[in-house]
């Protein structure tokens, strides 16, 4: 075999296994390609972990939108392990962080429960993991959205609520500087004048108490209180008014009740309640202030037998600034605050406020707290089981004090 002939054989040889190696390399590829693929929706190490310890509802979702892993709070959103995401708008925030490689943020309503569950506002935070796999992080934001809301409006309504008073005494004021010269026009301008300055004082008081009651995160003055003081100082604060008004209040049941707490807050929430009924009552009428203790429980009740307030009102009363009437409520001086106020020293004290009305029969508020044990140098009262439904689901002739005596 000559010397061309060996050169023929040695490129061939040299061709075949050069096309051997490539065929090997471009399988070897293709094969990592296959298992790259394959393991890219493969949830990496310690994510299950992260988010089974969040609070927060949060999901792992590949390229379709299947949860892969999932939080215990992304339960009640529906977002379930192996079932694709159940909203379009989730969806839709998928598809954005996929093709921009950016992380988002949007503001959603998103139903938590089966209907009718009220849908949430959730803040939902993408962002891209790897290729394929995508983080989903929901925020419920509801209540704080809510008490963000209280306050816009807590500064909306307190700002228009003190407009009325200062605008009227500026104006007095302009009417007494023009009436100088006749006394009993400026003594008229000058009584107005005086009851418009004591409604601002009374309504930044009550602002001012309100704020307090909300901002505070422990009463100051917490001691073992007795219910009778309470009472005592409630009524007679509001004497005056009450014989003003022609309506006798009558007090009644348990004697010798204590709760822990403090005593001016309590006396200032059960006085509100004492104001409003004797406001809503008519003349010759009279308000009940009645004290129970129902196993470990006082209850307070204060009883009139006005108006009433319409049960669409009900559950809105409470509510800074809320009127049933508002008519009424500026006859009466009222200023939205008193029963705000009422539901919110009740509530720092551990208890609650409960409201019996019926339009035309009147009204009882029943305050309840958690009874203390009497001092050393007081004889405990002796508490009764309690035997029928509370005051605050019966009617007014039941709850109204029948042993009292005229305050």
């Known amino acids: 075999m000559d010397t061309t002939q060996l050169a023929l054989l040695a490129l061939l040889a040299g061709v075949v296994i050069g096309c051997s190696v490539s065929v090997v390399v471009v399988a070897s ?38 949860v892969l892993a999932a939080s215990a709070p992304a339960g009640p959103f529906s977002l379930i392990e192996g079932h694709v995401l159940p909203s379009d708008d989730l969806r839709t925030i998928l598809r954005h962080v996929r ?21 949430r ?6 962002t891209r993991v790897s290729s394929r ?31 009325t008073p200062v605008g009227a005494v500026s104006l007095l ?115 009940g202030v009645g004290v129970k203790v129902i196993d470990d429980v006082v209850e307070i009740a204060v009883t009139d037998r006005g ?12 509510e800074r600034f809320y009127r049933a009437d508002p008519a009424r409520a500026r006859r009466t001086g009222g200023t939205g605050l008193g029963l705000s106020i009422v539901k919110h020293a009740v509530q720092r004290h551990g208890g609650e406020v409960k409201l019996w009305s019926r339009p035309g029969r009147g009204s009882t508020f029943t305050v309840r707290l958690p009874a203390a044990e009497a001092p050393d140098q007081v004889a405990p009262v002796k508490k009764r089981k309690k035997k029928r439904p509370g005051p605050a689901t019966t009617g007014p002739l039941e709850i109204f004090p029948q042993n009292g005596e005229t305050a």
Do not use: C, W
């Not at 988010?51 to 590949?62: E, F, K, N, R, T």
């Not at 998103?110 to 849908?119: D, I, K, V, Y």
């Not at 506002?121 to 993408?126: D, G, H, N, Q």
């Open 133 to 163: 796999l995508t983080l989903l992080v929901l925020r419920d934001i509801t209540e704080r959205e809510r008490v963000e809301q209280m306050r816009r409006d807590f500064v909306a309504n307190t700002s228009h609520e003190l407009k």
């Open 173 to 287: 004021a302009e009417a007494v500087a023009s009436a100088a010269d006749d006394p009993d026009q400026v003594r008229i301008f000058a009584a107005r004048l005086s009851a418009e300055a004591s409604r601002l004082g009374q309504l930044t008081s009550r602002i001012m108490s309100l704020s307090r009651l909300q901002a505070a995160d422990e009463l100051t003055e917490s001691r073992i209180v007795a219910v009778d003081e309470i009472v005592a100082s409630a009524v007679d604060a509001h004497s005056i008014q009450s014989e003003s008004a022609s309506v006798a209040i009558v007090r009644g049941g348990t004697r010798g009740a204590f709760v822990r707490g403090d005593a001016q807050v309590l006396g200032e929430a059960i006085g509100n309640l004492i104001a409003n009924a004797i406001a809503y009552s008519p003349q010759g009428a009279s308000v």
């Open 307 to 318: 108006i009433g307030i319409a049960e669409g009102d009900q559950d809105r009363i409470f």
């Open 99 to 119: 093709s921009t490689g950016l992380a988002a943020t949007e503001t959603l309503r998103l139903r938590r429960g089966a209907p009718p569950a009220e849908p």
């Open 29 to 66: 590829l293709r094969a990592r390609d296959r298992a790259r693929q394959q393991t890219s929706t493969d949830i990496p190490d310690g994510v299950r972990e992260v988010l089974h310890g969040m609070d927060d509802a949060a999901v792992v979702v590949d390229a379709s939108g299947t």
């Open 121 to 126: 506002l959730v803040a939902v935070r993408a």
